[in-house]
């Protein structure tokens, strides 16, 4: 019987060990990241770091989509989108935050890009990457 709690708290442990999260925010993480295939509103692992990225269509729905979802992550952590802690990059003469369409066009034009990122105490780091090839959101350390 001993032996079956001790295999239990290991179990926990090394499940708690290797939990991917952003703070509060918990993610699942289904495979790993390749720049050659193109796999969208995926987390996925880059390689053996402790980093995952989900890749969004590049498309005014796309921006959409990564928005709500950074929105809701940094809602459930106490952050807001208005206030990034590194990465204060949203350059762009022509770029409206408001309106995903015209976002889009502008980003794909090469007039505008955008990288914010918000860092949380537990040491994880989220990422808003949008740029003409790419339109990204990353977890820097979100395995703990």
């Given at each position: 019987m001993r032996k079956y709690y001790i295999f239990l708290i290991l179990l926990f442990s090394l499940a708690a060990a290797n939990a991917q999260s952003f703070g509060n925010?918990?993610?699942?993480?289904?495979?790993?990241?390749?720049i050659n295939m193109l796999i969208y509103g995926v987390w996925l692992r880059q390689g053996t770091t402790g980093?995952?990225?989900?890749?969004?269509?590049?498309?005014p729905e796309g921006i959409t989509t990564a928005v709500n979802m950074v929105k809701k992550m940094l809602a459930d952590n106490g952050k807001s989108m208005e206030s990034p802690d590194i990465f204060n990059s949203f350059e762009g003469s022509d770029l409206n935050r408001k309106d995903s369409g015209k976002m889009h066009y502008s980003i794909q034009a090469g007039n505008s890009r955008i990288n914010e990122g918000w860092i949380l105490e537990d040491g994880s780091v989220l990422q808003?990457?949008?740029?003409?090839?790419?339109?990204?959101?990353?977890?820097?350390?979100?395995y703990k």
């Amino acid at each position: 019987m001993r032996k079956y709690y001790i295999f239990l708290i290991l179990l926990f442990s090394l499940a708690a060990a290797n939990a991917q999260s952003f703070g509060n925010s918990e993610i699942r993480v289904d495979g790993t990241y390749d720049i050659n295939m193109l796999i969208y509103g995926v987390w996925l692992r880059q390689g053996t770091t402790g980093n995952v990225t989900m890749r969004f269509n590049q498309t005014p729905e796309g921006i959409t989509t990564a928005v709500n979802m950074v929105k809701k992550m940094l809602a459930d952590n106490g952050k807001s989108m208005e206030s990034p802690d590194i990465f204060n990059s949203f350059e762009g003469s022509d770029l409206n935050r408001k309106d995903s369409g015209k976002m889009h066009y502008s980003i794909q034009a090469g007039n505008s890009r955008i990288n914010e990122g918000w860092i949380l105490e537990d040491g994880s780091v989220l990422q808003l990457l949008f740029g003409a090839c790419n339109y990204e959101v990353n977890i820097i350390n979100a395995y703990k």
